[in-house]
């Protein structure tokens, strides 16, 4: 049994892989629209990274909204480990640019080298750290710069107050033909309405996306560039949105709450949406 236990100890505790700056802080920026700052869940304040392959992947997650990005990364051993989110990002920021090492030592420590000089972080143990869903079967792929116009164009009108949860988003209308992102705040409400069309798509699809999550959606649409699409996904608990990026595939998903009417709009009820996830994998 020791020996076995040792084992176990030996492997969580071997990750090691080398970064370039310029590609570690793009991917640690992308994720601190998520990262909680005031938390009473003190693993929340953590970014989970995972070092596999050839990719370094990295988590963070508020349990509503959640972020995963990736790149490519030297891993020398396979390995995952938390390290606190905002320190690393303003570390990085410091590092002259060129390669980074990584090594994950004893009791959730993390060794960081960056020209000769030697850092070290204290992190958490990796099995606290929430687990995400996996995605289901791509239902739609949309052009990431109308779903960026329909969020931009609308988004003004979402309600701020967070107890009126039906209104504390953005209403996204699927149809074969058409796309649509209706918002209101029970004063004013914004209609924006595209033809497009949505190959594989046989029906209407009404989806409720709380203001957080179309904020993060509309960075990555931005960011992915004028030809990109992002893939639509949804299973009876979860909205996914994944986004393929240059060599990377970049994702969102939203954790739905039970249907709920909305006020105003008739029709089907609209689902509603509390988590979001970035999805960085190849």
């Not at 590609?23 to 990262?35: D, I, K």
């Not at 051993?77 to 030592?105: N, S, Y």
């Not at 996914?240 to 595939?249: A, T």
Request: aromatic share 4%.
């Amino acid at each position: 049994m020791t020996a076995t236990a040792g084992t176990v100890r030996e492997e969580s505790q071997a990750m090691e892989f080398s970064v370039t700056k310029s590609a570690l802080l793009n991917e640690l920026t992308t994720t601190q629209g998520v990262v909680e700052r005031k938390t009473t869940i003190p693993i929340l304040s953590n970014l989970l990274v995972e070092a596999k392959g050839s990719r370094l992947t990295i988590t963070a997650t508020d349990l509503e909204l959640s972020i995963r990005t990736s790149c490519d990364a030297k891993v020398k051993k396979d390995g995952a480990g938390t390290i606190p989110a905002k320190k690393l990002l303003e570390l990085v920021r410091l590092l002259p640019e060129g390669e980074i090492k990584f090594k994950l030592l004893d009791n959730h420590w993390v060794e960081i080298i960056s020209d000769r000089k030697k850092y070290k972080m204290v992190g958490m143990a990796r099995e606290n750290f929430p687990a995400l869903p996996a995605m289901p079967h791509t239902l739609v792929k949309i052009p990431a710069a109308v779903l960026e116009s329909l969020i931009g164009k609308t988004k003004f009108a979402i309600s701020m107050e967070e107890s009126r949860y039906t209104l504390n988003g953005g209403l996204l209308i699927l149809k074969p033909d058409t796309l649509a992102m209706v918002a209101t705040d029970g004063h004013r409400l914004a209609l924006a309405e595209t033809d497009q069309k949505l190959a594989g798509l046989n029906g209407e699809v009404r989806v409720l996306i709380p203001k957080k999550a179309t904020d993060e959606v509309e960075k990555l649409s931005a960011a992915a560039g004028p030809d990109a699409h992002m893939e639509f996904a949804k299973d009876e608990s979860h909205l996914f949105f994944v986004m393929n990026k240059f060599p990377e595939r970049v994702g969102a998903l939203c954790d739905c709450a039970p249907d709920a009417q909305l006020a105003h709009l008739s029709g089907p009820r609209g689902q509603s949406a509390a988590l979001v996830t970035l999805k960085c994998d190849v």
